[in-house]
């Protein structure tokens, strides 16, 4: 099958590898305890993660992917090493970082635009202003229709679509998505992986995206970063070739396909140790 890109200004695959640093974790540790027994989730994770790079994060189930990114948010608290934003150690939640999650945090008496302006309205931003910046991401995210629709009035798709301009309203530094395509029909989980990388490409904010889908991780990122079995570390890295933009019709390259299959290698032998 031919690969078609769009006829855009392309970036160079690894496009953003002269950019300075904007999320630092070194030797980050988390451990929970339960009944008198700590229990080790992360275990000694380093990673450096440029300016508007795009790190996708796959690994066996219950390996850690989901902790390791609420702790990146403060949300989580790390039981050892250092997690920094521009150099700024986090301690906890931050306006410098904003999370989408798995299931929807919309409110419901909200509409989209309120929904959207509801952190800057938090904030105490005036009215007309954070409407503004809402309405700016609204149409981003391709829905400027449907801006006084509540969130029963859209579909699965729709509603990942006001989370991600929800969490891009408050100009975060760092963008950290927690599987908010898993609750998706496949269809519908390809077209958001589409727009979401049309809103990417628009803002290019540093993004930690977690997935179980390997195809995903490989079609969104600029670098794919594998999960052990738990407690989580780094089992394998890859960086992804592909130019920008990017059409989904590179799903269907050689190319792409290699890559899923020495990601899945990786993943399935930290599956079967896990389940051993």
């Known amino acids: 099958m031919t690969v078609i890109f769009q006829e855009q200004e392309v970036s160079p695959p690894g496009s953003c590898v002269d950019a300075p640093t904007k999320l630092q974790i070194r030797d980050l540790r988390v451990t929970f305890s339960s009944r008198g027994k700590n229990f080790v989730a992360v275990n000694g994770i380093d990673l450096e993660v440029r300016d508007g790079e795009f790190i996708a994060i796959v690994g066996p189930s219950g390996s850690g992917k989901s902790t390791f990114l609420m702790a990146l948010d403060g949300l989580t608290p790390s039981s050892g090493g250092e997690i920094a934003v521009d150099g700024k150690v986090v301690t906890g939640p ?13 409110l419901p008496w909200r509409n989209v635009l309120d ?11 005036p009215k007309g202003e954070r409407y503004e910046i809402a ?9 400027t229709q449907f ?14 679509r006001v989370n991600i301009a929800r969490a891009l309203a408050a100009d975060p530094q760092v963008l950290l998505l ?3 395509f898993s609750g ?14 049309k809103i990417w490409d628009e803002r290019k904010k540093t993004a930690i995206f977690v997935t179980h889908q390997i195809d995903e991780a490989v079609f969104l990122a600029d670098r794919v970063i594998a999960f052990s079995a738990r407690p989580a570390r780094i089992a394998g890295e890859w960086s992804i070739p592909f130019p920008r933009p990017r059409h989904l019709s ?11 299959d020495s990601i899945w290698q990786v993943v399935r032998q930290e599956g079967a140790l896990a389940a051993a």
């Open 178 to 180: 927690d599987e908010p």
């Open 115 to 125: 929904n959207v302006s509801f952190g800057l309205e938090m904030a105490g931003m």
């Open 184 to 197: 998706l029909d496949a269809q519908t989980r390809e077209i958001m992986q589409g727009e979401l990388l």
């Open 250 to 260: 590179i799903k269907q390259s050689p190319e792409h396909r290699a890559l899923e």
């Open 147 to 160: 801006e006084t629709f509540h969130p029963k009035q859209l579909s699965g798709g729709m509603q990942q």
């Open 135 to 143: 309405r700016e991401l609204i149409g981003l995210a391709g829905l």
């Open 94 to 106: 931050g306006r410098d970082r904003a999370v989408v999650f798995q299931d929807s945090c919309l």
